[in-house]
Each structure stands twice: as structure tokens, then as C-alpha cells.
């Protein structure tokens, strides 16, 4: 079942469930007005009640006269009541002629005063009727009936009437239901459309009307905010794609003119022969770096494979600094000051975040210069002594395969920056790049301190 339908049967069924409380509470209302409207004309008639003795018809004996009950008759030819009196014996006086009212044992309580005045309905003679037994002033139960007729074809009418009037609210909630559905589910349509469009076309360009502040504005908004991230993720891989393209190029060009220039040139001397050997080895460490930073990048994620944990900075920094010493030349040292601080992240990851760092502050810094590292805070700042960041480079240092143009005949394939912004965003930091004061540049790795930093460090 579609949605619309479901919203649809819905609508109706909560409205037609309200109509029907609506035409029964009304129902029951007016059928207890009308009837005690009769009640209380039943009340107002008893006083009225007589009693008269009248000889025995076609009698002319001097026997003594039966007594009768009396009701006036009702002005303008209205509806009239009957009435009998019950002795506590079980005798009943009543209208020579008049129907019997039905009595009971409750009847002989009320004559004999033990019981309340009570109503109650009977059908007499076919005729359905309203009857008060009250106590009389003789010691007696006064038995009084007025007919129903009117009431219940009142109510047969009111019946009908409440019924036409249900239908046709359960009929226009339908249609209301309808239209309200229709309202609801045409911005869900056109989710449902643009989705399918961009499954269809792979078009992730599309955008939907988002007007409002409603539930559905904020999903078609939201919406839209995927797929424009959708988009630059796209545009993003593409550009790795070209770029990565740009930088396998050289590599392979040169290894593949080595290999040729060795496939011709049989008779070459021995140490030309072990030089272009070792310019093509260098090439392919080369490309193995390229692939591996390539691999690093495509997998946002790769970095935190590990489960995060709570990690002493300090100390990681520490470790980072021995490798970068045994692996740097020219005498270079490093001054570290490192104040005791936790993050919590993967250890793998950051620990290759810094050694980029390091290893590009290596790269810049001349012979037998130091290398400040600071750590402090959750923050990693790495300073060399090279020529620094010209100010058109310090937005694109950290972006891929971004090379400054005095950086492109140095080693590198412009990715190592790169990796650390990708690990810090991972962590939920970032990284910055400034013009030290005293020259060369100044990297920031920052990273938010572990909850449990204050426990970690005891």
C-alpha cells in the first residue's frame, strides 16, 4: 500500500471515528432531553390524578358505586397519560375501560412506602410508554403512563438524519484526507524523483526545491546537502584520479627510457650501466612512495582502523624524533620540548602524521640546522630553518599533489601534507601553516585532548 493511501485511510478513519462519537454523543444527549421531558410531565401529572365514583354501567340497582382514577384530558389535543392506583393488597383502581398497567412486586414496595418512586418503559396494548409508579396520598401506589410515540419517531427521524449526516462526514473526510495526502507526499514525491533521477542519470549536479521550515524542507535540504557532498567527493576522487595520472607519468617515463636505453645500448661501460640501474631504482622507490601515499588518501578511513585509544602526545612525538634522526643527514639536529598531554586517536596514524611533518621540516632545513619541535596542549608544531611559505602558498600546503614552485626539484610527490590533514580531520582536528618569525615555516598539528587526559597522565 502506498504511502498517499495510508495517509488517506488514516485521515478518514480518525475522522470518521470522531463524526461517530460526535452523532452518538448527540444521539444520546437529545434522546435524554426528550424523554425527560416526558418524565417530567409524568411528575407534573400526578397531583392531577382524582379519584370519582361512578355507578356500575346498565345497573339501576342501589348497590354502592366503584371508584375510578381520573386523568384531565390534555389541553389543544395533546398528548394524554393513563393512570391506576395499586392498593398494598395488589388491588388496582382504575378507568372503567382503561388498559392495564403492567405491575410487580416493586409496585407493592412503593404502596407499602419501602421503595423510592422509580421509572421505568413497558408497551401497552402495542404502545410503547413511559410509566412513573410514585406513592399516592392514600396509602397507595399511583401507577402513571404516558405514551412514547412522539420520542421515538422524534428519534427514529434524528436516527436518519445522524446517519446521512456520518456518511457525509466520513465521505468528506475522504475527500479532505485526499487532498491533504496529496499536499503531504508531493515534496516526498519529489525526493523520491530526484533520487531516482540521479540513480538513473548519475547526475549528482540535481538539487530540489527546499522552501519552508517543515520536517520535509529539512529532508529536502538535507538532501541536497548529500548530494552536494556526494558531488565533491566525486570531483575530488577525479582530481586524484588526473592528478595521480600527472605525477605516475614522470616516474614511468623515466624508468621505461632507462629500461630501453639498456635494451639498445649492449656495449655500455659498467659504470654507466650501474648508474642508469640506479637512477631506475631510485624511480621505482619513488613510485612505491607515490602508491602508497595514493592508497593512504583514497581510504579516508584507513587511518582509524585501529580501536582509538588514549595516547601520551608527548611521548609519541618523542618516539617520531628518534626515527627522524637516524634518518636524516647533514648533521641536523632536532630541539624538542614536549609537555605531557593525551589524545585519543589511532596510534599508527598519528604517528605517520608526524613523521610527515618531520620529514618535511627535514626536507627544507640546511645542513647542521635544527629543527624545533614543540608539543603542547594536544598541538604538534614543527619548525624549520628553510626559506619559508611565500603568503600565495600557506592556503594550499596542505592539499594534494600541491607543489611550491622553488619545492618541484626536490624529492617528494606533494602528498605527505596532505595525509596529516586528512589523519587530523579524522581525530577531529586540523593543521595550519605560517611563516615562522625567526624564517623557515611553521606547521601545526592540532588535535582535542583526551576526556580522560587528567587520569592518563597520573
Not at 233 to 248: I, K, M
Amino acid at each position: 500500500m502506498s504511502l498517499r493511501r495510508r495517509l488517506v485511510l488514516l485521515a478518514t478513519a480518525a475522522v470518521g471515528v470522531a463524526v461517530v462519537l460526535a452523532v452518538l454523543t448527540s444521539y444520546i444527549v437529545v434522546r435524554e432531553d426528550l424523554r425527560a421531558g416526558v418524565d417530567a410531565a409524568l411528575r407534573d401529572l400526578t397531583p392531577q390524578v382524582t379519584f370519582e365514583r361512578a355507578p356500575p354501567p346498565g345497573e339501576l340497582t342501589a348497590e354502592p358505586e366503584a371508584v375510578q382514577v381520573e386523568v384531565p384530558e390534555a389541553p389543544l389535543g395533546g398528548a394524554t397519560g393513563i393512570a391506576q392506583a395499586v392498593e398494598p393488597s395488589g388491588d388496582v383502581i382504575a378507568r372503567r375501560g382503561a388498559p392495564r398497567l403492567p405491575t410487580d412486586r416493586r409496585t407493592l414496595e412503593v404502596a407499602a412506602g419501602t421503595r423510592a418512586p422509580f421509572f421505568r418503559d413497558a408497551t401497552v396494548d402495542g404502545v410503547h410508554v413511559r410509566v412513573l409508579t410514585t406513592r399516592g396520598l392514600a396509602g397507595d401506589a399511583l401507577v402513571l403512563a404516558r405514551p412514547l410515540t412522539e420520542v421515538d419517531d422524534a428519534l427514529a427521524r434524528l436516527r436518519w438524519v445522524l446517519l446521512v449526516v456520518a456518511l457525509a462526514g466520513i465521505g468528506l473526510a475522504a475527500g479532505l484526507g485526499l487532498l491533504v495526502a496529496r499536499a503531504t507526499v508531493a515534496p516526498v514525491a519529489r525526493l523520491t524523483g530526484a533520487a531516482e533521477q540521479v540513480t538513473a542519470t548519475g547526475d549528482l549536479s540535481h538539487r530540489i526545491d527546499a522552501r519552508g521550515e517543515d520536517e520535509l524542507a529539512r529532508l529536502a535540504a538535507s538532501f541536497n546537502a548529500m548530494l552536494a557532498a556526494l558531488e565533491r567527493s566525486q570531483d575530488a576522487q577525479r582530481q586524484l584520479v588526473a592528478d595521480a595520472s600527472h605525477e605516475l607519468r614522470t616516474p614511468l617515463t623515466s624508468i621505461r627510457a632507462n629500461l630501453e636505453l639498456l635494451q639498445r645500448a649492449r656495449g655500455l661501460p659498467e659504470d654507466e650501466r650501474a648508474q642508469i640501474l640506479a637512477g631506475a631504482r631510485a624511480q621505482i622507490e619513488e613510485l612505491t612512495v607515490l602508491m602508497g601515499d595514493l592508497v593512504d588518501l583514497a581510504r579516508p578511513g584507513e587511518q582509524l582502523v585501529e580501536e582509538p585509544e588514549d595516547l601520551r602526545l608527548d611521548e609519541l612525538v618523542q618516539e617520531a624524533v628518534q626515527r627522524a634522526r637516524r634518518r636524516a643527514a647533514g648533521g641536523l639536529e632536532f630541539d624538542v620540548h614536549a609537555e605531557p598531554c593525551v589524545v585519543r586517536g589511532s596510534r599508527a596514524g598519528l604517528h605517520r602524521a608526524v613523521s610527515n611533518l618531520l620529514d618535511n621540516a627535514v626536507k627544507w632545513s640546511p645542513p647542521g640546522a635544527t629543527v624545533q619541535v614543540r608539543v603542547r596542549d594536544g598541538e604538534v608544531s614543527v619548525q624549520d630553518r628553510g626559506p619559508g611559505i611565500a603568503p600565495d602558498d600557506l592556503v594550499h600546503v596542505f592539499d594534494r599533489f600541491y607543489r611550491a614552485a622553488n619545492a618541484r626539484g626536490l624529492p617528494g610527490s606533494g602528498l605527505g601534507l596532505a595525509i596529516v590533514r586528512q589523519i587530523a580531520e579524522a581525530h577531529g582536528g586540523g593543521v595550519r601553516a605560517e611563516t615562522a618569525q625567526s624564517g623557515g615555516a611553521l606547521l601545526r598539528l592540532c588535535l582535542p585532548a583526551s576526556e580522560n587526559s587528567s587520569l592518563a597522565l597520573r
